[in-house]
């Protein structure tokens, strides 16, 4: 039977250079997802996780496979333990590490979906155009009144509602920091820039996601063993046709963080553990809901603290 566990999986802004390496150290397992992601993008993808340069981790077409790598890295050291997750969800890009977690698509084809994404995303706007960047302590009400009163100097909107008081907004460079000086006249405490070289989760990805609709349709698909709960709608999903679908909508769609949280403790979830480098999911859950227990994966002396704490 199921645990009352969710996994959940990290989104850009979660890289860092060195992530996944004391993994890769300490397992052969690890070290062949590495190895399997290089023969399909075609560079040392543990070179660029270990050692960056940062500059070249933080572009988005070089992000994305390298955080899923290091995601699903994290998850072959803790499958062993045999736990099963009630549901499992994914921060924007975390969704697709979700998806190999569900047994939605292999993880090689996710590799691939991933860079094509990346590289669809970095094309849909202009480099050094776009802006994207946290608003703190205002109501995501007032946030969206913010970025609509700023859009007559562009694109700018609501790209991810992640918990109280912390909504991230994107777009044109221009409007985002005219959105971000209206926040801060309504009452936001701080904003701060994010490491994303691309205003993701805003119209700007339409084009973008009309790209990668094509690349969805053809790789393989099967439904997920495990409820996944998606970004676009905090909605669960069992079907494949279901999830194809929702991955085109997640690229012009603010992801719905909280809302997903607070589906995944209405399907019974009360623990969930981040997989994957760093620990800013756990920090939005710890603010979503005070009750839940929360554990995270990324490298040896969490996975040994986590499983002793479940084991318990």
């Keep these: 039977m199921a645990s009352p566990i969710g996994f959940l999986f990290p989104g850009q802004g979660s890289q860092a250079v060195g992530m996944g390496r004391a993994f890769y150290e300490a397992s052969a397992t690890v070290r062949q997802v590495y190895e399997e992601a290089g023969s399909v993008l075609g560079y040392d993808v543990a070179a660029l996780c270990f050692e960056g340069p940062a500059a070249r981790l933080n572009l988005t077409e070089y992000t994305q496979p390298a955080l899923l790598t290091s995601s699903i890295a994290a998850l072959r050291m803790l499958e062993p333990a045999g736990l099963q997750p009630l549901a499992v969800a994914g921060h924007s890009l975390g969704e697709y590490s979700a998806l190999v977690a569900a047994g939605a698509l292999s993880f090689q084809d996710a590799v691939a979906l991933v860079q094509q994404r990346g590289r669809y995303m970095a094309e849909a706007v202009p480099s050094g155009g776009g802006l994207v960047a946290a608003v703190l302590g205002l109501s995501s009400e007032l946030v969206q009144e913010a970025c609509r009163e700023a859009s007559s100097l562009g694109v700018v909107a609501p790209a991810n509602f992640n918990c109280p008081g912390q909504v991230v907004i994107a777009g044109e460079k221009a409007a985002v920091e005219r959105a971000l000086e209206l926040a801060k006249a309504k009452g936001s405490r701080k904003a701060i820039p994010l490491p994303v070289s691309v205003p993701v989760h805003t119209p700007l990805m339409q084009r973008a996601a009309d790209r990668l609709a094509k690349d969805v349709a053809a790789i393989r698909w099967s439904d997920p063993r495990v409820p996944l709960v998606n970004n676009a709608d905090a909605k669960v999903l069992r079907r494949a046709d279901e999830v194809q679908a929702s991955l085109i909508r997640q690229l012009p769609s603010?992801?719905?963080?909280?809302?997903?949280?607070?589906?995944?403790?209405?399907?019974?979830?009360?623990?969930?553990?981040?997989?994957g480098p760093g620990t800013v999911l756990t920090g939005l859950v710890k603010r979503i809901l005070a009750d839940a227990t929360l554990y995270?994966?990324?490298?040896?002396?969490?996975?040994?603290?986590?499983?002793?704490?479940?084991?318990a």
């Design 296 to 311: 995270n994966v990324q490298d040896p002396p969490s996975l040994e603290k986590t499983l002793k704490a479940l084991a």
């Design 254 to 275: 603010p992801v719905r963080w909280e809302a997903s949280i607070t589906a995944m403790w209405a399907l019974g979830v009360t623990t969930f553990i981040e997989v």
